[in-house]
């Protein structure tokens, strides 16, 4: 089947490549294509449209995981988790693993009981790690999207969209771990208990092995969500990240995928817009032992642009006070660089301090806290003329 599947897809390639750009036909019922750096909307179908997301809930799982539990956590696998209902791995009695081990062979074999023992290690118990999941889905912006359970085993209240999930998959391609766990095609998952226990892992996400750039994510199936996957992949300096949900089958899925992703590397050029390594802005401090401090920016910046899109367009603007207030702590978010295309902002990245400023005296950070008002009226008054 995977040979078959390979040989589908690398046909399909050609005849997307040869299409010139025209947007893509799915059979998904909802679809989003987004830039995975800033979440620029490429394609969408339908991605507002409530339905259940299968396993691509576990995206959340190993991120709440990934953030709240030590890699080395021993995680004893309780009746709960061995019994839950689709298993990949055998459990038994007694078993305990840790819990990078756990979270690689949950998202690379979608085992349900594995998501199970990760939501009671972190939380005490399934409603309560359901809780933390919503929290951080709002969190991330995500306004459409209800879990009840941590491995997306059909229930009435669960949903997402595709949307919401794009805004979860781009978090925690963010995450360098989260990103090494989704980009593995086989692994050995060792058990700490019993010592001898092995089990080899090979992902349910086939495209790893034959998309040029895949990287990731999740796949996911029930009868009532249909086909569904979060896909990512990266060629040059463009990562997209395309979801597919309600596709009539497992394999349909992956013909979805490719077919946006596709679409997406074809249309979209990225621009480099900011080296955080060559920006470099100064703020005055008032009561530091320094009178100003330097800012730059979090990160680099790359903005994708589609066909008829210029780059001339594309303007840096900074948002930063003209005076902060001691102690400043190296790497505090001070401001913003905001990136405008045609005058509206598209994207901003965080501006942090480059170093420690302590609370205390100088005579020119005192003089600064004297001028103030002043250089907030200068500023107010040059804003008014260049407005």
Same mark, same amino acid.
């Given at each position: 089947?995977?040979?078959?599947?390979?040989?589908?897809?690398?046909?399909?390639?050609?005849?997307?490549?040869?299409?010139?750009?025209?947007?893509?036909?799915?059979?998904?019922?909802?679809?989003?294509?987004?830039?995975?750096?800033?979440?620029?909307?490429?394609?969408?179908?339908?991605?507002?449209?409530?339905?259940?997301?299968?396993?691509?809930?576990?995206?959340?799982?190993?991120?709440?995981?990934?953030?709240?539990?030590?890699?080395?956590?021993?995680?004893?696998?309780? &009746? %709960? #988790?061995?019994?839950?209902?689709?298993? $990949?791995? +055998?459990?038994?009695?007694?078993?305990? *693993?840790?819990?990078?081990?756990?979270?690689?062979?949950?998202?690379?074999?979608?085992?349900?009981?594995?998501?199970?023992?990760?939501?009671?290690?972190?939380?005490?118990?399934?409603?309560?790690?359901?809780?933390?999941?919503?929290?951080?889905?709002?969190?991330?912006?995500?306004?459409?999207?209800?879990?009840?359970?941590?491995?997306?085993?059909?229930?009435?209240?669960?949903?997402?969209?595709?949307?919401?999930?794009?805004?979860?998959?781009?978090?925690?391609?963010?995450?360098?771990?989260?990103?090494?766990?989704?980009?593995?095609?086989?692994?050995?998952?060792?058990?700490?208990?019993?010592?001898?226990?092995?089990?080899?892992?090979?992902?349910?996400?086939?495209?790893?092995?034959?998309?040029?750039?895949?990287?990731?994510?999740?796949?996911?199936?029930? &009868? %009532? #969500?249909?086909?569904?996957?979060?896909? $990512?992949? +990266?060629?040059?300096?463009?990562?997209? *990240?395309?979801?597919?949900?309600?596709?009539?089958?497992?394999?349909?899925?992956?013909?979805?995928?490719?077919?946006?992703?596709?679409?997406?590397?074809?249309?979209?050029?990225?621009?480099?817009?900011?080296?955080?390594?060559?920006?470099?802005?100064?703020?005055?401090?008032?009561?530091?032992?320094?009178?100003?401090?330097?800012?730059?920016?979090?990160?680099?910046?790359?903005?994708?642009?589609?066909?008829?899109?210029?780059?001339?367009?594309?303007?840096?603007?900074?948002?930063?006070?003209?005076?902060?207030?001691?102690?400043?702590?190296?790497?505090?978010?001070?401001?913003?660089?905001?990136?405008?295309?045609?005058?509206?902002?598209?994207?901003?990245?965080?501006?942090?301090?480059?170093?420690?400023?302590?609370?205390?005296?100088?005579?020119?950070?005192?003089?600064?806290?004297?001028?103030?008002?002043?250089?907030?009226?200068?500023?107010?008054?040059?804003?008014? *003329?260049?407005?």
């Amino acid at each position: 089947m995977r040979i078959f599947l390979i040989v589908m897809m690398l046909l399909l390639n050609v005849a997307t490549a040869a299409a010139n750009s025209v947007e893509p036909i799915i059979q998904a019922d909802s679809a989003i294509l987004i830039e995975s750096g800033t979440g620029r909307v490429i394609y969408e179908k339908n991605a507002d449209e409530i339905r259940p997301p299968a396993s691509m809930t576990k995206m959340m799982t190993c991120i709440l995981g990934l953030e709240q539990l030590p890699k080395k956590t021993l995680i004893p696998i309780s &009746n %709960a #988790a061995i019994y839950a209902e689709d298993n $990949s791995f +055998k459990w038994s009695p007694g078993d305990v *693993i840790q819990a990078d081990e756990l979270l690689l062979g949950m998202m690379m074999v979608s085992d349900n009981g594995a998501a199970i023992a990760v939501a009671q290690t972190v939380a005490g118990n399934v409603p309560q790690f359901a809780v933390m999941m919503n929290e951080k889905a709002a969190e991330l912006g995500c306004i459409n999207t209800n879990f009840v359970n941590p491995n997306g085993l059909p229930n009435n209240n669960h949903y997402s969209t595709a949307r919401d999930m794009a805004k979860i998959a781009m978090y925690g391609m963010k995450m360098p771990a989260f990103r090494e766990i989704v980009s593995t095609i086989e692994y050995p998952i060792t058990w700490s208990a019993p010592s001898n226990k092995v089990d080899v892992a090979i992902t349910t996400n086939e495209m790893l092995e034959y998309y040029a750039g895949m990287n990731g994510i999740k796949t996911g199936w029930t &009868n %009532a #969500a249909g086909g569904c996957f979060a896909g $990512s992949a +990266k060629r040059g300096d463009t990562e997209l *990240i395309a979801i597919v949900m309600h596709s009539p089958d497992t394999q349909t899925r992956f013909v979805d995928t490719a077919k946006l992703l596709d679409y997406g590397f074809e249309i979209v050029k990225m621009a480099k817009v900011l080296n955080k390594d060559r920006i470099s802005k100064t703020v005055f401090v008032k009561d530091g032992t320094q009178a100003t401090v330097h800012v730059r920016p979090l990160e680099d910046l790359n903005f994708p642009l589609f066909e008829g899109e210029d780059t001339k367009n594309l303007k840096i603007v900074y948002d930063l006070p003209k005076v902060v207030e001691a102690p400043i702590i190296k790497g505090k978010t001070i401001g913003y660089a905001r990136l405008k295309y045609n005058g509206e902002i598209v994207a901003s990245v965080p501006m942090i301090a480059e170093e420690t400023v302590e609370r205390g005296f100088s005579i020119l950070s005192k003089l600064v806290g004297f001028a103030t008002p002043i250089i907030t009226v200068a500023q107010n008054m040059l804003g008014a *003329i260049f407005a």
